[in-house]
């Protein structure tokens, strides 16, 4: 069973974890949970530790998609739950907490989106070419090992070092796309 709780915001550090194999399980446990209490919505995994063997922050990036119309509502619901607003500066308003699960607690970031947003169909066609693409997925790693080993362990910095490998990934992503039409 999971516990929702807040999630310690005092460090923004990022640091490098292996990829944990019990990640897709407290996905899973998360997902049915909220689902119980919230059966119209369609949730997601998404991010890094949505692929496995793809190490990074350990963190849980968790989309749920819903009309617009039910965005407030739903995070409402969400916050009834344990989720909090978020207290980091981003571009997608945000909800975090803490999941515990397994004897371990694992920081979330769930984002609320309309299944049609460009961001949301970009998350899972990331999703999918990583989990189909292994090697790319593992030099993802290395470029995410590498930024926190130079020092750029601050989130801003954690995040431009990763630019470049996303921008030509989504390049990459975008023109297979393109060939299928």
Known sequence: M???GRLDTRSTKAEYHPYDTDLPLVFDEMAAFLRTRMSDARIEHVGSSSVRGLGGRN???VVVTAPEADHEPLRARL???GFQ???FRHFLPLLVAAV???GKSFPVLLYVMTPESDIYRGWIAFREFMRSHP???AEYDRIKRAAIANGKG???HYQHAKTPFLVAITNQIEESRRSRE
Do not use: C, K
Request: proline share 10%; aromatic share 0%; net charge negative.
């Open 79 to 81: 916050v009834n739950l």
């Open 2 to 4: 999971i516990e929702i």
């Open 135 to 137: 090697e790319h997925a």
């Open 85 to 87: 607003p978020s207290p």
């Open 100 to 102: 515990s699960s397994r």
């Open 154 to 156: 601050d989130q801003e």
């Open 59 to 61: 963190v849980l990036d």
